[in-house]
Protein backbone atom coordinates (compact mmCIF):
# COMPACT_ATOMS: atom_id res chain seq x y z
CA UNK A 1 0.00 0.00 0.00
CA UNK A 2 0.99 3.75 -0.55
CA UNK A 3 1.56 5.50 2.14
CA UNK A 4 2.22 8.84 3.77
CA UNK A 5 5.15 8.26 6.19
CA UNK A 6 6.00 12.17 7.22
CA UNK A 7 4.22 15.50 6.06
CA UNK A 8 6.70 18.33 6.38
CA UNK A 9 7.20 22.19 6.49
CA UNK A 10 9.00 25.03 6.85
CA UNK A 11 8.61 28.70 6.74
CA UNK A 12 11.59 29.62 4.42
CA UNK A 13 12.44 28.36 1.47
CA UNK A 14 15.89 26.79 0.69
CA UNK A 15 15.95 25.38 3.86
CA UNK A 16 15.73 21.50 5.42
CA UNK A 17 11.85 20.91 6.68
CA UNK A 18 10.45 19.05 9.83
CA UNK A 19 7.73 16.92 10.18
CA UNK A 20 4.48 17.81 11.76
CA UNK A 21 1.74 15.60 12.96
CA UNK A 22 -0.83 17.05 10.39
CA UNK A 23 -1.32 19.59 7.96
CA UNK A 24 -3.64 21.05 6.18
CA UNK A 25 -4.24 21.81 2.40
CA UNK A 26 -5.88 24.48 1.20
CA UNK A 27 -7.19 24.63 -2.70
CA UNK A 28 -4.90 26.28 -5.17
CA UNK A 29 -2.28 27.54 -2.55
CA UNK A 30 -0.52 24.69 -0.79
CA UNK A 31 -0.16 23.55 2.83
CA UNK A 32 -0.62 26.14 5.66
CA UNK A 33 2.62 27.38 7.09
CA UNK A 34 4.77 26.16 4.76
CA UNK A 35 7.03 28.89 2.81
CA UNK A 36 6.29 27.38 -1.07
CA UNK A 37 2.60 27.82 -0.59
CA UNK A 38 1.88 29.92 -3.24
CA UNK A 39 -0.32 30.60 -6.36
CA UNK A 40 1.80 28.50 -8.42
CA UNK A 41 2.51 24.69 -9.93
CA UNK A 42 4.85 23.93 -7.61
CA UNK A 43 2.60 24.04 -4.61
CA UNK A 44 3.32 20.88 -2.83
CA UNK A 45 6.53 18.47 -3.41
CA UNK A 46 6.51 14.81 -3.16
CA UNK A 47 9.73 12.54 -2.82
CA UNK A 48 9.92 9.07 -1.97
CA UNK A 49 11.51 7.28 1.02
CA UNK A 50 12.96 4.41 -1.48
CA UNK A 51 14.83 7.63 -3.28
CA UNK A 52 16.08 8.75 -0.13
CA UNK A 53 17.54 5.29 0.57
CA UNK A 54 19.29 5.57 -2.27
CA UNK A 55 21.22 8.33 -0.68
CA UNK A 56 21.57 6.90 2.44
CA UNK A 57 23.74 4.00 0.74
CA UNK A 58 25.56 6.16 -1.00
CA UNK A 59 27.10 7.33 2.10
CA UNK A 60 24.91 10.26 3.14
CA UNK A 61 24.10 10.06 6.91
CA UNK A 62 20.91 11.26 8.94
CA UNK A 63 18.71 11.69 5.96
CA UNK A 64 15.21 12.52 8.25
CA UNK A 65 12.02 13.51 6.72
CA UNK A 66 12.22 16.90 5.50
CA UNK A 67 16.22 16.50 4.91
CA UNK A 68 15.54 17.72 1.21
CA UNK A 69 12.73 19.62 1.75
CA UNK A 70 9.76 17.78 0.13
CA UNK A 71 6.42 18.50 1.96
CA UNK A 72 5.38 14.67 1.88
CA UNK A 73 7.42 11.61 2.38
CA UNK A 74 6.18 8.77 0.56
CA UNK A 75 6.29 5.26 0.87
CA UNK A 76 5.36 2.37 -1.50
CA UNK A 77 4.86 4.37 -4.90
CA UNK A 78 7.35 5.36 -7.66
CA UNK A 79 6.49 9.12 -7.68
CA UNK A 80 8.88 10.02 -10.54
CA UNK A 81 6.74 7.29 -12.72
CA UNK A 82 3.65 9.15 -12.67
CA UNK A 83 2.36 11.37 -15.30
CA UNK A 84 2.18 15.25 -15.35
CA UNK A 85 -1.38 15.17 -14.51
CA UNK A 86 -2.60 12.46 -12.49
CA UNK A 87 -3.69 13.35 -9.76
CA UNK A 88 -3.93 11.53 -6.31
CA UNK A 89 -5.81 11.18 -3.13
CA UNK A 90 -4.09 11.51 0.22
CA UNK A 91 -6.44 11.98 3.07
CA UNK A 92 -9.30 14.33 2.30
CA UNK A 93 -7.04 15.96 -0.52
CA UNK A 94 -6.36 15.39 -4.01
CA UNK A 95 -2.57 16.74 -5.99
CA UNK A 96 -2.45 17.05 -8.95
CA UNK A 97 1.30 16.50 -10.67
CA UNK A 98 2.68 19.32 -12.44
CA UNK A 99 6.15 18.81 -12.78
CA UNK A 100 8.76 15.95 -12.23
CA UNK A 101 12.13 17.43 -10.93
CA UNK A 102 13.47 20.10 -11.09
CA UNK A 103 17.10 22.12 -12.24
CA UNK A 104 18.93 22.94 -9.14
CA UNK A 105 20.99 26.42 -9.61
CA UNK A 106 22.46 26.00 -5.75
CA UNK A 107 23.50 22.76 -5.08
CA UNK A 108 22.48 21.84 -1.57
CA UNK A 109 24.41 20.24 1.06
CA UNK A 110 23.83 16.87 0.19
CA UNK A 111 24.97 16.90 -3.25
CA UNK A 112 28.32 18.89 -1.98
CA UNK A 113 28.95 15.97 0.22
CA UNK A 114 28.49 13.04 -1.77
CA UNK A 115 27.78 14.64 -5.63
CA UNK A 116 24.68 13.74 -6.52
CA UNK A 117 21.09 14.24 -5.03
CA UNK A 118 17.81 12.89 -5.77
CA UNK A 119 15.04 15.37 -5.59
CA UNK A 120 15.76 17.34 -8.74
CA UNK A 121 15.50 13.78 -10.95
CA UNK A 122 12.88 11.51 -8.62
CA UNK A 123 11.29 14.27 -6.92
CA UNK A 124 7.90 15.52 -8.04
CA UNK A 125 5.80 18.94 -7.32
CA UNK A 126 1.87 19.11 -7.15
CA UNK A 127 -0.77 21.36 -7.09
CA UNK A 128 -3.93 21.37 -4.44
CA UNK A 129 -7.54 20.42 -6.24
CA UNK A 130 -9.21 19.20 -3.44
CA UNK A 131 -8.28 20.95 0.01
CA UNK A 132 -8.17 19.14 3.18
CA UNK A 133 -6.19 17.38 6.23
CA UNK A 134 -3.46 15.04 5.64
CA UNK A 135 -1.09 13.31 8.18
CA UNK A 136 1.60 10.47 8.72
CA UNK A 137 -0.35 6.73 7.59
CA UNK A 138 -2.74 8.16 5.26
CA UNK A 139 -2.93 6.22 2.12
CA UNK A 140 -2.04 7.73 -1.47
CA UNK A 141 -4.92 6.44 -3.94
CA UNK A 142 -4.75 7.14 -7.47
CA UNK A 143 -7.62 8.57 -9.20
CA UNK A 144 -8.80 7.80 -12.25
CA UNK A 145 -7.83 9.78 -15.14
CA UNK A 146 -11.29 10.90 -16.72
CA UNK A 147 -10.98 13.88 -19.32
CA UNK A 148 -14.09 15.85 -19.37
CA UNK A 149 -14.97 18.52 -21.63
CA UNK A 150 -17.85 21.01 -20.45
CA UNK A 151 -19.89 23.06 -22.91
CA UNK A 152 -22.44 25.43 -22.77
CA UNK A 153 -24.89 26.10 -25.03
CA UNK A 154 -25.70 29.65 -24.93
CA UNK A 155 -26.57 32.47 -27.05
CA UNK A 156 -26.54 35.02 -24.77
CA UNK A 157 -22.99 33.30 -23.04
CA UNK A 158 -21.61 33.12 -26.46
CA UNK A 159 -22.55 36.80 -27.64
CA UNK A 160 -20.77 38.25 -23.90
CA UNK A 161 -24.46 39.72 -22.99
CA UNK A 162 -24.40 37.11 -19.86
CA UNK A 163 -21.84 35.22 -17.97
CA UNK A 164 -21.48 31.64 -18.06
CA UNK A 165 -22.37 30.43 -14.22
CA UNK A 166 -23.21 26.96 -15.47
CA UNK A 167 -19.94 26.00 -16.78
CA UNK A 168 -18.08 27.49 -14.07
CA UNK A 169 -20.54 25.12 -11.97
CA UNK A 170 -19.75 22.01 -13.03
CA UNK A 171 -15.87 22.35 -13.52
CA UNK A 172 -15.45 22.98 -10.14
CA UNK A 173 -18.43 20.24 -9.38
CA UNK A 174 -16.11 17.60 -11.33
CA UNK A 175 -12.58 18.51 -9.73
CA UNK A 176 -12.63 15.35 -7.35
CA UNK A 177 -13.49 12.93 -10.01
CA UNK A 178 -12.11 14.41 -13.30
CA UNK A 179 -9.72 16.61 -15.33
CA UNK A 180 -11.64 18.96 -17.39
CA UNK A 181 -9.41 18.80 -20.82
CA UNK A 182 -11.63 21.45 -22.60
CA UNK A 183 -14.31 24.54 -21.68
CA UNK A 184 -16.40 26.03 -24.41
CA UNK A 185 -19.45 28.29 -25.05
CA UNK A 186 -21.64 27.91 -28.36
CA UNK A 187 -24.59 29.63 -29.38
CA UNK A 188 -27.37 27.67 -29.55
CA UNK A 189 -26.90 26.72 -33.23
CA UNK A 190 -27.28 22.86 -33.88
CA UNK A 191 -24.48 23.13 -37.02
CA UNK A 192 -21.89 24.68 -34.45
CA UNK A 193 -23.11 22.52 -31.70
CA UNK A 194 -22.71 19.17 -34.21
CA UNK A 195 -19.53 20.51 -35.31
CA UNK A 196 -17.92 20.81 -31.83
CA UNK A 197 -19.25 17.78 -30.94
CA UNK A 198 -18.18 15.55 -33.58
CA UNK A 199 -14.46 17.48 -33.16
CA UNK A 200 -14.17 16.30 -29.18
CA UNK A 201 -15.55 12.90 -29.64
CA UNK A 202 -13.51 11.87 -33.16
CA UNK A 203 -10.00 13.44 -31.53
CA UNK A 204 -10.34 11.90 -28.16
CA UNK A 205 -10.18 14.74 -26.35
CA UNK A 206 -12.33 13.67 -23.82
CA UNK A 207 -13.78 10.64 -22.57
CA UNK A 208 -17.17 12.24 -21.49
CA UNK A 209 -18.81 15.71 -23.08
CA UNK A 210 -20.92 17.46 -20.48
CA UNK A 211 -23.30 20.09 -22.37
CA UNK A 212 -25.40 22.18 -20.32
CA UNK A 213 -28.40 24.66 -21.77
CA UNK A 214 -30.83 24.41 -24.86
CA UNK A 215 -32.70 21.50 -23.35
CA UNK A 216 -36.17 23.11 -23.20
CA UNK A 217 -38.90 23.77 -25.54
CA UNK A 218 -38.08 27.23 -26.86
CA UNK A 219 -37.67 27.03 -30.39
CA UNK A 220 -33.87 27.73 -29.86
CA UNK A 221 -33.01 24.57 -27.80
CA UNK A 222 -31.44 22.07 -30.18
CA UNK A 223 -28.62 20.64 -28.09
CA UNK A 224 -30.45 17.23 -27.74
CA UNK A 225 -31.34 17.01 -31.48
CA UNK A 226 -27.75 18.15 -32.46
CA UNK A 227 -26.30 15.14 -29.86
CA UNK A 228 -28.58 12.86 -31.26
CA UNK A 229 -27.44 13.57 -35.06
CA UNK A 230 -23.61 12.92 -34.16
CA UNK A 231 -23.97 9.82 -31.81
CA UNK A 232 -23.95 5.84 -33.12
CA UNK A 233 -25.89 4.61 -30.51
CA UNK A 234 -28.44 6.46 -27.24
CA UNK A 235 -27.77 5.89 -23.73
CA UNK A 236 -31.57 6.73 -22.31
CA UNK A 237 -30.96 5.28 -19.30
CA UNK A 238 -28.73 8.38 -18.14
CA UNK A 239 -31.66 11.16 -18.95
CA UNK A 240 -33.95 8.93 -17.53
CA UNK A 241 -32.55 8.48 -14.34
CA UNK A 242 -31.50 12.22 -14.28
CA UNK A 243 -35.86 13.54 -14.94
CA UNK A 244 -36.74 10.78 -12.49
CA UNK A 245 -34.44 12.16 -9.77
CA UNK A 246 -34.94 15.74 -10.56
CA UNK A 247 -38.68 15.10 -10.33
CA UNK A 248 -38.52 14.88 -6.23
CA UNK A 249 -37.16 18.61 -6.89
CA UNK A 250 -39.84 20.03 -9.14
CA UNK A 251 -42.80 18.97 -11.57
CA UNK A 252 -40.37 20.88 -14.14
CA UNK A 253 -38.41 18.12 -14.87
CA UNK A 254 -40.53 16.25 -17.17
CA UNK A 255 -40.27 19.31 -19.67
CA UNK A 256 -36.37 18.12 -19.95
CA UNK A 257 -35.83 16.88 -23.65
CA UNK A 258 -32.09 16.13 -22.58
CA UNK A 259 -30.75 12.87 -24.65
CA UNK A 260 -27.43 11.19 -24.12
CA UNK A 261 -25.21 8.78 -26.00
CA UNK A 262 -21.82 7.56 -27.61
CA UNK A 263 -20.13 8.46 -30.55
CA UNK A 264 -16.69 6.43 -30.89
CA UNK A 265 -15.38 5.90 -27.27
CA UNK A 266 -17.03 9.37 -26.04
CA UNK A 267 -19.78 9.52 -23.79
CA UNK A 268 -22.32 12.63 -24.60
CA UNK A 269 -24.81 14.05 -22.01
CA UNK A 270 -27.09 17.24 -22.18
CA UNK A 271 -27.65 18.89 -18.91
CA UNK A 272 -30.17 21.59 -18.01
CA UNK A 273 -28.81 25.47 -18.32
CA UNK A 274 -29.48 26.53 -14.86
CA UNK A 275 -26.38 26.27 -12.60
CA UNK A 276 -28.18 24.57 -9.62
CA UNK A 277 -29.68 22.17 -11.73
CA UNK A 278 -26.87 21.41 -13.99
CA UNK A 279 -25.45 20.37 -10.89
CA UNK A 280 -27.85 18.11 -9.20
CA UNK A 281 -28.15 16.43 -12.48
CA UNK A 282 -24.45 15.74 -12.37
CA UNK A 283 -24.51 14.28 -9.24
CA UNK A 284 -27.05 11.81 -10.42
CA UNK A 285 -24.74 10.27 -12.91
CA UNK A 286 -21.42 10.76 -11.02
CA UNK A 287 -22.32 7.30 -8.82
CA UNK A 288 -21.57 5.51 -12.66
CA UNK A 289 -19.14 7.89 -14.44
CA UNK A 290 -15.95 6.19 -14.04
CA UNK A 291 -17.67 2.36 -14.45
CA UNK A 292 -19.11 4.31 -17.92
CA UNK A 293 -15.58 5.03 -18.77
CA UNK A 294 -14.34 1.91 -17.99
CA UNK A 295 -16.39 0.35 -20.08
CA UNK A 296 -16.29 2.53 -23.32
CA UNK A 297 -12.21 2.44 -22.94
CA UNK A 298 -12.73 -1.69 -23.13
CA UNK A 299 -11.34 -1.72 -19.55
CA UNK A 300 -14.78 -3.40 -17.95
CA UNK A 301 -17.12 -5.75 -19.20
CA UNK A 302 -18.77 -7.18 -16.11
CA UNK A 303 -21.68 -4.85 -15.11
CA UNK A 304 -23.48 -6.80 -13.05
CA UNK A 305 -22.37 -6.76 -9.20
CA UNK A 306 -22.95 -9.72 -6.42
Known amino acids: MAKVISVNIS ?19 GIVGDA ?21 KMGVEDLTPGKFAENITTEGIDLYTLPIGSRMRIGESILEVTQIGKECHTK ?15 GIFTRVIVEGSIEPGDEIIMVKDIRVAVITISD ?9 QSGPALVDALQEYAVISRTEILPDEREEIEKLLIQIADNREADIILTTGGTGFSPRDVTPEATLAVIDRQVPGIP ?22 IRGKTLI ?8 AAVE ?17 GDAYECAQL
Open 11 to 29: EKRGTFKAPVPKAELIKDL
Open 36 to 56: HADHWHRQVSLLAQESIDKMT
Open 108 to 122: CQIFNQVGACVMPTE
Open 156 to 164: KGSAGERAD
Open 240 to 261: EAIRQASLKITPRAMLSRAAAG
Open 269 to 276: VNLPGSPK
Open 281 to 297: CLEVFLPVMEHAVETLR
